[in-house]
Nanobody, 118 residues
Framework: QVQLVESGGGLVQAGGSLRLSCAASGRTISSNRMGWFRQAPGKQRELVADITSGGSTNYADSVKGRFTISRDNAQNTLYLQMNTLKPEDTAVYYC????????????WGQGTQVTVSS
């Protein structure tokens, strides 16, 4: 059984930084696309960033230039470095493990709260 456990969320002032981690267990993630999603109250879950097994990255327009997704396959861990945080970044952040063969997302973490105060 695959488990994804996020950590690193918290309360930060606008302009500050946080680093989220997602530790995977139950299987190695090196062959899978991995992603970070977020869901704000009253809004749909949205993709923030994803990274392929080869290290290619993709970002939502709203976070480009501020967030960086990375992975450490040796540690079986996914990261999201978030800089210059804005109040509109406030949400629950989830990591997800994608299918090797397609575009679907197979497993999700439980989420970590990020709150940015103005």
């Amino acid at each position: 059984q695959v488990q994804l456990v996020e950590s690193g969320g918290g309360l930060v002032q606008a302009g500050g930084s946080l680093r989220l981690s997602c530790a995977a267990s139950g299987r190695t993630i090196s062959s899978n696309r991995m992603g970070w999603f977020r869901q704000a109250p009253g809004k749909q879950r949205e993709l923030v960033a994803d990274i392929t097994s080869g290290g290619s990255t993709n970002y939502a327009d709203s976070v480009k230039g501020r967030f960086t997704i990375s992975r450490d396959n040796a540690q079986n861990t996914l990261y999201l470095q978030m800089n210059t945080l804005k109040p509109e970044d406030t949400a629950v952040y989830y990591c997800a493990l994608g299918s090797i063969w397609g575009s679907s997302w197979l497993y999700w973490g439980q989420g970590t709260q990020v709150t940015v105060s103005s």
